[in-house]
């Protein structure tokens, strides 16, 4: 009799398993177009500070090779898609003055934002960003997570708005929030000391005494240069450049982005539905080996006990709970088929949006290689205009005047 107990209860807590097996949970959210918050009233020209967006990091220690659902190739993509899209909402705001994806070793703005992504699969995006400004004074760093319903990829409201356009927004509002709290004074102080720091490139001798700099790296600004300063007035013509060649970068960036908005776009949404239905498979797969090792226990239960009627349904129990078990291992395939065929999907996508060289031609000289290649050997012509303009270095034709 006992036996017979022992059996059904193993077999009601099969029964209540596979019943679990069978509830899915579902993200319920509106679907709305969002918008950030915009200033209440328009910001003085002069006191509009300018943002430095980096291309996020991709977030690669945090890749499992195991469990991962992307690979670095997409990841390295979604680094400018991140960026880009910070630039935008910040853009729409109008809280801020210039707003640009900045490559590395520009650091000279009012203001900087550097994100890393945590995690990306096209159902969740997290983001972990720093905001610091100029005088190196960081502002905070916070961690951003948004999760979409099925309604997210829907095509009408796809080409309104971002998918995750509600985090990006975020980021945005939280960076107003701040801003708010900084008074007039200390804005102005920040656009000469990202102007003073910019200087200090170029003529390190003229300008160091201008800004304190503590054992933290904080800057501390101690006088403004006097109105009609001579290298001053070369300075600015130079910032002027290198705002245009970042200017100029802009459209690789939006380019880039253009390219690979189709596929990526393709990607995510596969991959929504792949990391949906994964999630489903692995569950059942589970499920369905813990009820039949308890379809198994319970077979061999049954064969101690006198009944021959509960001996051969045990035995038949332990035949159907053998084949559960195989049947929870086969989902289990199935789910490793689901993880390849999304890699292969992404790393298809990391060959489509692979960086291209940029020829940017000037009267004298040609960049070539990555963005940050490029922007390096412009900061050395640059340097190198300065000389010639103040005088420090003989100009070209002087160099040979055979030439």
Request: glycine fraction near 8%; hydrophobic fraction near 35%.
């Amino acid at each position: 009799m006992r036996g017979v107990c022992n059996i059904s209860l193993i077999l009601a807590l099969i029964a209540v398993i596979l019943q679990l097996s069978g509830c899915n949970s579902q993200t319920v959210r509106a679907a709305a177009v969002e918008t950030p918050i915009v200033a209440p009233k328009p910001i003085p020209e002069h006191l509009l500070l300018d943002v430095g967006v980096k291309i996020f990091d991709p977030g690669f220690e945090y890749l499992d090779e195991e469990k991962s659902l992307t690979t670095p190739s997409v990841r390295k993509a979604e680094g400018v898609h991140a960026a880009r899209n910070v630039t935008q909402t910040l853009k729409r705001t109008g809280n801020w003055g210039s707003v640009q994806i900045i490559p590395t070793g520009q650091n000279e703005t009012d203001v900087y934002v550097a994100g890393q992504i945590v995690n990306s699969d096209g159902e969740t995006l997290t983001v972990k960003v720093t905001v610091t400004d100029s005088a190196n004074n960081k502002w905070y760093t916070r961690s951003y997570t948004d999760k979409l319903s099925q309604y997210a990829y829907d095509p009408t409201l796809r080409q309104k708005q971002e998918p995750f356009q509600r985090l990006y927004n975020d980021i945005a509002n939280d960076m107003e929030q701040y801003i708010r709290r900084i008074e007039p004074k200390e804005r102005e102080k920040l656009r000469v000391v990202s102007k003073l720091r910019f200087a200090q490139r170029f003529a390190p001798n003229d300008y160091n005494d201008f800004l304190e700099i503590d054992s933290g790296g904080k800057y501390t600004l101690k006088h403004a240069p006097a109105n009609g300063d001579p290298i001053m007035a070369h300075i600015d013509s130079i910032r002027i450049r290198d705002q245009m060649f970042i200017e100029r970068l802009q459209d690789y960036y939006e380019n880039f982005n253009r390219r690979m908005q189709i596929p990526y776009d393709q990607w995510r949404e596969a991959s929504y539905h792949e990391t949906k239905a994964l999630r489903k498979i692995k569950k059942e797969s589970t499920v369905r080996k813990i009820g039949g090792a308890l379809a198994v226990i319970a077979g061999i239960f049954a064969q101690g006990s006198s009944s021959h009627a509960t001996r051969t349904a045990g035995v038949l129990g332990i035949g159907g709970g053998a084949y559960m078990f195989k049947s929870g291992l086969d989902r289990g395939s199935e789910a490793r088929l689901h993880e390849e065929g999304l890699k292969e999907m992404a790393d298809s996508l990391g060959a489509e949006i692979s960086p291209h060289t940029i020829a940017l031609e000037d009267k004298t000289v040609t960049l070539s290689g990555t963005v940050d290649e490029q922007y390096a050997q412009w900061r050395n012509i640059l340097n190198e205009i300065y000389l010639i303009e103040t005088g420090q270095q003989p100009g070209p034709g002087e160099l040979n005047p055979q030439q």
